[in-house]
């Protein structure tokens, strides 16, 4: 199905027990865009996003991400991705540095770990142990993780909760160096300003269904109606963040290395 965009997916469907999270969801994210999806908890958004990172099963449809079927995709394929999770906290009595390494010895071109730890403004942070971090520091540290394999594909979950405005403003540069140097990302978030500030597109997802997708500057007021119809508060303020997802432990995403490993089975 690789056309050449990055992300394809067709009627893309989900239901656990009799709840249908995902109902007919159809996306195509372009080789080095920056690509935001908006929706409040329950609406879909992350049971779509497992689902193109290789977590989830789909019920029904058609998903194409890097030109492989993410459900039967091997270790080469999750060696093209980066996922940023709440991983960091799972060796609090490493350092900065070392947790990097460890992480960054699983690929074929990773960057070096200093170089990741200065892209999220850890340099400072680089000896500490994680279990010293103050909780945006971790959240940055998580970023690292993520971005230290060179991905071609980031997915970054609310990758800014607990950050403070100036942290938010480095981040937002980051996305920024990511974009230029043609990485693509898949940016979830409860800040609209967020989206609308990074994404070359957004997506908002309620009740399992896009309401709303395209350019922010051709959505224009559809972005705002649509965010407000699904819960998503306005402005520079987000609404309440939930505590970021960990994964479930996997035969195909052993808890050592989760989902970043490319050498798991």
Known sequence: MDNGAAVMVRDLHKSYADVAAVRGIDLEINRGEVFALLGPNGAGKTTTVEIMEGFRRRDH??????GEDPAQAGRAWRARIGIVLQLASAGPELTVLEIVR??????????????????VGLTGKARSRIGKLSGGQTRRLDVALGIVGRPELLFLDEPTTGFDPEARRQFWELIRTLRGDGTTIVLTTHYLDEAEALADRIAVIAAGRIVAEGAPDTLGGRATAAARSAGIRLGKRA??????RRRPRSPSWPSSSMARSPGSP
């Not at 449809?61 to 890097?66: K, P």
């Not at 460890?102 to 892209?119: G, K």
């Not at 609404?239 to 970021?244: L, N, Y």
């Open 61 to 66: 449809g058609t998903v194409d991400v890097l």
């Open 239 to 244: 609404a309440p963040s939930r505590p970021v």
């Open 102 to 119: 460890h992480f960054a010895a699983f690929y074929p071109a990773s960057r070096p770990a200093e170089e990741a730890i200065d892209l």
